[in-house]
């Protein structure tokens, strides 16, 4: 009996560069084998991976060993690295690039300890007014069960949406901004507090590379401010919550089991993602480290320019 990923593979043969890439699910996600990201990539590689980054928009890397410098120079092969986040203040010494996502850093919450810098469905950072382009996320320490990772394809959801609700969702414009789910005075609620980032965007962006449009919603930013420019904040919420089940429906998603060497890199502007919190009350530690790319400012169909209201753009280097 053939083995139900070798019968995965007969529909992903080897590219010409020598690379498997293993679709994960129907919408989303496609494991890439045949590469040691430690190795000085030919450009031709890359230019794979980033096709299929934009074709699967997560792509999975098992069994690499590398560090933070491997991290963060793999990443430069795809954009501009910017520092680890606008609220870090203490990433690795000599990588202000890297943020650890690390259970050790965070509060306790009702006896349990967080597994996850945000266990809520969200895009990365879309309180910016430019959201990082992309992620790539590493795995360091893990539980030996819990703490799976799943992405949901925000292109799919925009196209499967009835023909009304896309020209509804096309004029519409959303605040994001942070909600510090942060100890009153700590330093996390410090920072959220003095950056202050807010911005406006539309609520379906094209993404600069592909042309698709994308739902973007990012519950985790969009939750706090219940803002749809033009609406009452009931109104706001009503309309939100449609927008935040359609975008995460199971269907459109792909749920990733992480183990040592596991890396994935998840094209921001298509997808949201959700640490899922099963793991906290078994007390183990959960250590994974973080870089993005940055992004542009997002556009919507009629070209309209996401805007800023408050903080700073954030740029790499």
Request: proline share 7%; charged share 30%.
């Given at each position: 009996?053939?083995?139900?990923?070798?019968?995965?593979?007969?529909?992903?043969?080897?590219?010409?560069?020598?690379?498997?890439?293993?679709?994960?699910?129907?919408?989303?996600?496609?494991?890439?084998?045949?590469?040691?990201?430690?190795?000085?990539?030919?450009?031709?590689?890359?230019?794979?991976?980033?096709?299929?980054?934009?074709?699967?928009?997560?792509?999975?890397?098992?069994?690499?060993?590398?560090?933070?410098?491997?991290?963060?120079?793999?990443?430069?092969?795809?954009?501009?690295?910017?520092?680890?986040?606008?609220?870090?203040?203490?990433?690795?010494?000599?990588?202000?690039?890297?943020?650890?996502?690390?259970?050790?850093?965070?509060?306790?919450?009702?006896?349990?300890?967080?597994t996850s810098y945000d266990n809520s469905w969200h895009t990365d950072v879309t309180a910016l007014v430019n959201p990082p382009a992309a992620s790539i996320l590493r795995a360091h320490i893990l539980p030996p069960y819990g703490g799976d990772?799943?992405?949901?394809?925000?292109?799919?959801?925009?196209?499967?949406?009835?023909?009304e609700l896309r020209d509804f969702a096309d004029k519409l414009d959303i605040k994001h901004q942070f909600n510090t789910r942060a100890v009153a005075g700590s330093q996390r609620d410090r920072k959220v507090r003095e950056a202050n980032l807010?911005?406006?965007?539309?609520?379906?962006?094209?993404?600069?590379?592909?042309?698709?449009?994308?739902?973007?919603?990012?519950?985790?930013?969009?939750?706090?401010?219940?803002?749809?420019?033009?609406?009452?904040?009931?109104?706001?919420?009503?309309?939100?919550?449609?927008?935040?089940?359609?975008?995460?429906?199971?269907?459109?998603?792909?749920?990733?089991?992480?183990?040592?060497?596991?890396?994935?890199?998840?094209?921001?502007?298509?997808?949201?993602?959700?640490?899922?919190?099963?793991?906290?009350?078994?007390?183990?530690?959960?250590?994974?480290?973080?870089?993005?790319?940055?992004?542009?400012?997002?556009?919507?169909?009629?070209?309209?320019?996401?805007?800023?209201?408050?903080?700073?753009?954030?740029?790499?280097?």
């Open positions: 009996m053939t083995d139900i990923s070798e019968r995965v593979k007969d529909h992903s043969p080897l590219t010409d560069t020598g690379l498997d890439v293993v679709p994960l699910a129907g919408y989303i996600g496609a494991e890439i084998r045949g590469v040691d990201l430690r190795g000085d990539l030919e450009p031709s590689v890359v230019e794979e991976i980033r096709g299929a980054l934009h074709t699967h928009k997560v792509i999975f890397f098992r069994d690499q060993e590398i560090g933070h410098a491997e991290q963060i120079a793999f990443a430069r092969r795809f954009g501009r690295v910017t520092p680890a986040h606008p609220h870090e203040e203490e990433p690795p010494e000599g990588f202000p690039e890297i943020l650890p996502i690390d259970s050790r850093r965070y509060e306790r919450h009702l006896g349990r300890k967080r990772t799943v992405w949901t394809n925000l292109v799919a959801a925009y196209e499967n949406l009835p023909k807010v911005a406006y965007h539309p609520a379906v962006r094209v993404h600069p590379v592909t042309g698709e449009r994308a739902l973007f919603v990012s519950p985790g930013f969009t939750r706090g401010a219940r803002e749809i420019r033009g609406f009452s904040p009931s109104q706001s919420e009503a309309i939100l919550k449609l927008f935040w089940e359609e975008a995460t429906r199971t269907e459109y998603t792909v749920r990733f089991r992480w183990a040592p060497g596991s890396v994935a890199f998840w094209d921001n502007r298509a997808t949201a993602h959700l640490a899922i919190p099963d793991a906290g009350h078994l007390d183990y530690d959960r250590v994974l480290y973080r870089v993005t790319l940055e992004g542009d400012i997002p556009k919507g169909v009629d070209g309209r320019e996401s805007e800023l209201v408050s903080g700073e753009p954030f740029h790499g280097s």
